[in-house]
Antibody, heavy 121, light 108 residues
Framework: QVQLQESGPGLVKPSQTLSLTCTVS??????????WSWIRQPAGKGLEWIGR???????NYNPSLKSRVTISVDTSKNQFSLKLSSVTAADTAVYYC?????????????WGQGTLVTVSS | QSVLTQPPSASGTPGQRVTISCSGS????????VNWYQQLPGTAPKLLIY???QRPSGVPDRFSGSKSGTSASLAISGLQSEDEADYYC?????????FGGGTKLTVL
């Protein structure tokens, strides 16, 4: 059973960079034709896809966040990471990592429990 | 404002059948498959329906999905109190995954 766990600081100052890591267990991040995605959810609001990475390093980002987002993968540690720069209060949200089936169905079948990141001075 | 449009709320009594709609456009639902997620209070979303009408292992057959043109629907039959949750539709749109705004289902 694949499990995902987000980790990282719960508080980030405005204008700084948010950094999160997702650790995958129960299977190799490199096995199967899967992407690995980040999704966020502000309190009381809906879901927003941030971007994805394939184990080859190929990435896709949400155009609305593309200029500030970097997603990377470390297959030796079975982890992938998110960096979001120049954060503001609008970036305060629960951040989820998820396994992404990719083309043609693009569904997320395994999710982490989520981690709350608050942007505040 | 979400790319996919869902009603903000829905309700039903135990045993009833309820449906939740999801409206999109030719660039998302019209040309790609639709997935549905269930989010129980305080928990991460869970995949409920994928590829328009497929249920992952472990999802009861009370849940079903359909798609026609640029719209999709989630149906829940034999409504149970544990079905009270937020439901989100999602689809690929050109270069990103887009979600509906979510529908809060209340079991009366």
């Amino acid at each position: 059973q694949v499990q995902l766990q987000e980790s990282g600081p719960g508080l980030v100052k405005p204008s700084q960079t948010l950094s999160l890591t997702c650790t995958v267990s129960g299977g190799s991040i490199s096995s199967g034709s899967y992407y690995w995605s980040w999704i966020r959810q502000p309190a009381g609001k809906g879901l927003e896809w941030i971007g994805r990475i394939y184990t080859s390093g190929s990435t896709n980002y949400n155009p609305s966040l593309k200029s500030r987002v970097t997603i990377s993968v470390d297959t030796s540690k079975n982890q992938f990471s998110l960096k979001l720069s120049s954060v503001t209060a609008a970036d305060t949200a629960v951040y989820y990592c998820a396994r992404d089936k990719g083309w043609p169905s693009y569904y997320f079948d395994y999710w982490g429990q989520g981690t709350l990141v608050t942007v505040s001075s | 404002q979400s790319v996919l449009t869902q009603p903000p709320s829905a309700s039903g009594t135990p045993g009833q059948r309820v449906t939740i709609s999801c409206s999109g456009s030719s660039s998302n639902i019209g040309s790609n498959t639709v997935n549905w997620y269930q989010q129980l209070p305080g928990t991460a979303p869970k995949l409920l329906i994928y590829s328009n009408n497929q249920r992952p292992s472990g999802v009861p057959d009370r849940f079903s999905g359909s798609k026609s043109g640029t719209s999709a629907s989630l149906a829940i039959s034999g409504l149970q109190s544990e079905d009270e949750a937020d439901y989100y539709c999602a689809a690929w749109d050109d270069s990103l995954v887009v979600f509906g705004g979510g529908t809060k289902l209340t079991v009366l």
